[in-house]
């Protein structure tokens, strides 16, 4: 029995350290299902979690052997060569995008890109991806980051880092227990490794589940949540010289899990409930696969997946992943197509395999066979910096260009950038001076209006619907209390109620949920958006303000272009009843296109960033059907200064209009204020003072 133990143990190391042709397939598998996935499918496949869990069962093979002959763990030099390793494809496939991100995207979204390309040199693009609340699942990629894909190698390269931790401090710790309980073969290394990857699977397992539940765009993207992924691989590997299935059992498996994992992303709805307890779908299949092994049958599923095609893919899988993503988001950016089509998306696989082949041919196997790096431990260090340092270098130069250009730009005299107050009837006919645009393309993204907090004091709602209430600064005195309360688009004009209420001394209160236009309950809400609704409106009715501002018109981007916000007269009945002033504001247009970015990349005279005014709005705005309907209803309509002479432009008085497809600029709407505060005043006949 001894004999047999100690010969099944040296054929288990043996199967162990041998190259395993079928997990290079299941590699090749894994690539291929992301990348059709997201070429075709706009869908998530399982297959980043396939690479996640081989990722994590070569590295346990590797460092268990290691403590197993107790040979030094060598964790710097462990960490220098994975790193020398992975970053020269890393920085090639960055400066490529980089490049293409100068020529292709517009300048409103470089910072991004920059800020990107830092957090995936530094490993950190999960969490950046996290701070951003990244819709992963987006069916149109034209707009989506090029180096959004590299999340997944941030959670890898923070596991290769933690991972050899676990085992050093198993390195540490079994000599103690082994004096403590010199019969107890419990001590053994692998057993030590069995108890801490278990309750790290265990741990992680339950907090992915339950981060899933509730943030699940945020849970997508943290490494807390994948830690039971890797920990499966770790498990696996540590148990696979104790599962010895038979010949058919391993046929089974191997096309078994094959079917599995390749059916994964068709049969679950992964889009929106991964990783949670879902992730354990592709893995599992993927844990089934690799116990099948090498099942010695002409039908078993290694033959398939340990064929040179599929080897070959798996041989490049890295790189391939690296490329197909960028090449997928420019390819659509630049055709201006949101979906490939079977050619299209066939070209974009082949053409990121060449360029894929051709990282590993001269990028990868050079320098992982150049041997200067692997005598001292210090050269591999002093690679791993030069590769940052050629993407460091040209980011740097780039982020400090933008800066300065946005410091000009923002320098400029107010009279070259009039924005509205051109179109105002004493400047009507005159030409506008020449001007750089404003606000600069890097400061885009802060072109939603400011709110000064959260609601304190007598202000704070009691539903908790309600807890993300936003207030200005409350005046020293106050003459009047308004609620603002809608979305957005009721939102973007606070940068005109807000500074001309604290001029007059007004109180507002904001309650706004995205895509929730206020009105009473109707069909054609989702149900959380009427909740919000009866909830602001109890609200309003328990403080009795004087004024609730709104937004009266529903715009759209397809006919009919504007209509009535359902359920708007019903919504606001109750409150004009209780002696309650109510503002209704028509809406601004919506367009299919970014209308910041088609300026940047086309120029803001090209008709494709100036809209035709019947192809935005109603010929009769919906808010003339209101009059007379409610008493104390005020309507204003500032389309007059969004729009001019038939199209709605992208630029008016050297000022962009529009932060994107349908939100109007802070910067836009604060060139509106003296007009807005004209109207509102005339409309309500409020008292100036």
């Not at 990107?116 to 989506?144: F, I, M, P």
């Not at 992943?321 to 960028?326: F, G």
Request: net charge negative; proline share 6%; charged share 15%.
């Amino acid at each position: 029995m001894m004999a047999k133990t100690v010969m099944d143990t040296a054929q288990s190391t043996t199967a162990e350290r041998a190259f395993r042709p079928e997990v290079q397939g299941l590699r090749a598998l894994a690539v291929l299902m992301v990348a059709a996935y997201h070429i075709w499918l706009g869908r998530v496949s399982g297959g980043v979690d396939v690479f996640l869990l081989i990722s994590a069962f070569l590295l346990t093979l590797s460092f268990t052997r290691k403590l197993e002959s107790h040979k030094p763990l060598q964790l710097l030099r462990h960490w220098l060569h994975v790193f020398k390793r992975l970053l020269p494809a890393v920085v090639v496939v960055l400066l490529a995008v980089l490049t293409a991100t100068w020529t292709f995207i517009p300048q409103s979204r470089w910072p991004d890109v920059l800020a990107e390309a830092w957090a995936s040199l530094l490993y950190r693009q999960n969490w950046q991806l996290a701070e951003s609340a990244v819709d992963y699942y987006a069916q149109d990629h034209s707009g989506a980051s090029p180096l959004q894909h590299f999340w997944s190698l941030s959670v890898q390269g923070q596991v290769f880092i933690l991972w050899p931790l676990v085992f050093a401090a198993v390195a540490l710790l079994q000599p103690q227990l082994a004096r403590l309980f010199p019969h107890n073969k419990a001590v053994a290394h692998r057993q030590l490794l069995f108890i801490a990857f278990g309750l790290i699977f265990v741990a992680s397992l339950i907090f992915s589940i339950d981060q899933t539940a509730t943030n699940q765009e945020i849970a997508y993207f943290d490494t807390r949540t994948r830690l039971c992924e890797f920990a499966l691989g770790s498990l696996l590997a540590l148990a696979l010289p104790y599962l010895k299935p038979g010949r058919r059992l391993r046929v089974f498996l191997g096309w078994a899990g094959l079917a599995a994992m390749l059916s994964c992303g068709l049969i679950l709805t992964v889009d929106r409930s991964f990783p949670g307890f879902v992730a354990l779908w592709p893995t599992l299949a993927a844990a089934a696969v690799i116990v099948a092994g090498q099942s010695g049958s002409r039908f078993g599923a290694d033959r398939f997946l340990s064929s040179k095609p599929l080897v070959l893919v798996g041989d490049n899988s890295y790189a391939l992943y690296l490329w197909h993503w960028p090449v997928l988001v420019f390819f659509l950016l630049v055709t201006e197509t949101s979906t490939p089509n079977i050619l299209q998306g066939l070209a974009i696989m082949a053409v990121s395999m060449v360029l894929a082949v051709a990282t590993t041919r001269y990028v990868e196997r050079p320098l992982r066979r150049w041997e200067w790096p692997n005598v001292r431990s210090w050269r591999a260090a002093v690679v791993i910096a030069s590769c940052g340092a050629l993407l460091a270098l040209p980011v740097t130069a780039w982020q400090g260009a933008i800066s300065s250009e946005s410091a000009a730009i923002a320098d400029q005299p107010m009279e070259l950038t009039p924005g509205a107050a051109a179109l105002a009837p004493q400047n009507a006919g005159q030409p506008t001076p020449d001007a750089k645009i404003i606000p600069a393309p890097a400061a885009m993204k802060d072109e939603w209006a400011d709110i000064d907090g959260l609601c304190t004091g007598d202000n704070v709602p009691s539903d908790p619907l309600l807890e993300g209430c936003l207030q200005n600064d409350e005046p020293e005195v106050v003459t009047k209390r308004i609620v603002v309360l809608g979305d957005s688009h009721a939102q973007q004009y606070m940068a005109a109620l807000g500074p001309i209420a604290k001029a007059h001394g007004w109180e507002v209160v904001t309650l706004l949920k995205g895509s929730c236009r206020f009105g009473a309950e109707s069909e054609e809400r989702t149900d959380e958006c009427n909740d919000f609704n009866k909830a602001s409106a109890q609200y309003v009715m328990e403080h009795k303000p004087d004024a609730v501002f709104t937004v009266a018109s529903l715009t759209h981007v397809t006919a009919p272009f504007e209509t009535e916000v359902p359920g708007y007269l019903d919504g606001i009945k109750p409150f004009t009843d209780a002696g309650i002033d109510v503002v209704g504001v028509r809406d601004n247009p919506r367009f299919s296109i970014n209308m910041p970015e088609c300026v940047q990349k086309k120029g803001p005279d090209s008709p494709d960033c100036n809209a035709p005014l019947e192809e935005s709005l109603a010929a009769y705005s919906p808010l003339d059907d209101y009059v007379g309907k409610v008493d104390r209803l005020f309507l204003m309509d500032m389309s007059d200064f969004i729009c001019e002479q038939g199209t709605c432009p992208a630029v008016v008085g050297n000022v962009y209009v529009y932060k994107d497809d349908n939100h109007l600029t802070k910067t836009y709407v604060q060139s509106m204020i003296p007009m807005f505060e004209e109207r509102l005043l005339a409309a309500t006949g409020w008292s100036a003072s």
